[in-house]
RNA sequence: GGAGGGAUGGCAGAGCGGACAAAUGCGCGGCUCUUGAAAAGCCGUGGGGCUCCGGUCCCCGUGGGUUCGAAUCCCACUCCCUCCGCCA
């Protein structure tokens, strides 16, 4: 959520940066005017209240000297006016909830540096890199071998049945089998060892409360994205950023303490609303999937280098990978909601001719922090303030499954994996037709 | 799921209807003393909203209620602890 503070003393900034992502301006002045009106009708009801308290003190007082008469009188008073404070109370109460509401659907403001823009097309490649080619050289094609979507090579080596999922569960949820669950399986352990150096590795529940979708902002306003359970009135967790924000809600971290950098696996649920029959084949679009994420709460002045270290950990991953890949930055109009400035990662799948985003490495400013509630002292000893939040997919497996597969498919139809998986798939690894 | 106990500041822990943002101790910060340290002593030490910067209001797990007045009384809920039941 943005500082209500910001759209109250300069509320042209805040339309000029939200304007860069297409929220109205008359949206921003629908802000400003609810919390003039929240400020006025709370103003009379505390001068009020301090009224009924001074009033109850007299009350006391005349008691104490025996005045019974004149402590009647105000006993009386202070009730009159008691009645008076409690109206004017709930109607602050509904003007918050008003302000809260209006807050919590604006969207963050982009960071200064985020490439204008209105959609995906317009969003900016930094840079590509094809393994054994980032000196410049042409980028090789694929071979016509490296040229059959997963789902082909899933189903013919009996590593993906996706038709056994659809009857578990319905369209879009993979079921991996033999070789094909062991990779996805020696992939995080792969990922979660090479962030063991700076980042402690957590294992978060998978369902959460109302409060904590919405401190990162998949609610209110995106609850059709995720599955919802009912009877207990939990939320399936689209991503693993869910519980990591949470993680310290309503504290104030030490300076010191900073950044707290933290990785996770876990499953992510998406309902994915709209989307079914569009790029939806095989692994390309999933309800249920596993991803291992890096996240971290830091000072602002450590965002730069966190933000950088997160991008460069997943592209590292990548070439390990040895996984030709581009990183793009989102233009204004693309980012999500909470964000400020995104860096997506997109894998080229061979086999499916298009560019496969498998990592989302995003700066949230302190927008999350803000409805999260989570602070920090400053070592100096300053007022507190909220810390800025930070994460990225480190990276998410049914694509990155989609493209091994594919890039790593031969000739004669098995699959060569990269060695960097030897410690958990043996060494050469490689899936051969059963 | 059932029975009982509990939730107060960084921590421990008093307060159980009237001047309480809250005793006391510990911790932490500053100062005095000291060659230095320790000990001792003194002083300070929660968060937040609004503000005409004079103030003022809110926060004692959360939400309601009673009262002129609630940390304190009542109700509901949440979480923690002990025991029973169930269970991977």
Redesign the pocket.
Known sequence: MID??LV?DDPDRVKAALGRRGFPAADVDAIASA?REH?AV??R???L?????????????A??TGDAEA?GA???E??R??EEE?AAAREA?RLAADLRTLLLLTPNLPADDAPDGTGAEDNVVLRRWWPGHDDGTPEPAAEDHQRVPHWDVGSSLGILDMAAGARLSGSMFPLYRGDGSRLVRALTSFALSRHADAYEEIRPPTLVLTETMTSTGHLPKFADEAYHVERDDLWAIPTAEVPLTSMHRGE?LDEGDLPVRLTAVSQCFRREAGAAGRDTRGLLRVHEFEKVELFAYATPPQVAAVHADILSRAEGLLRELGLPYRVVDLCTGDLSTSSARTFDLEVYSPGSDRWLEVSSVSWFGDYQARRANV?Y?PAD?G???FVHTLNGSALAWPRIWAALVEWGRQADGAVRLPDVLAPWLGPEPSIRPR
């Open positions: 209500v503070r109250r919390d400020r709370l103003a009801q505390e001068s209240r301090a009224r009924v308290k001074s009033l109850s003190r007299e009350v006391g007082e008691r104490r402590a105000l006993a009386d202070s009730r006016v008691g409690k109460d104030i602070r002292r000893g007022a507190t303030a």
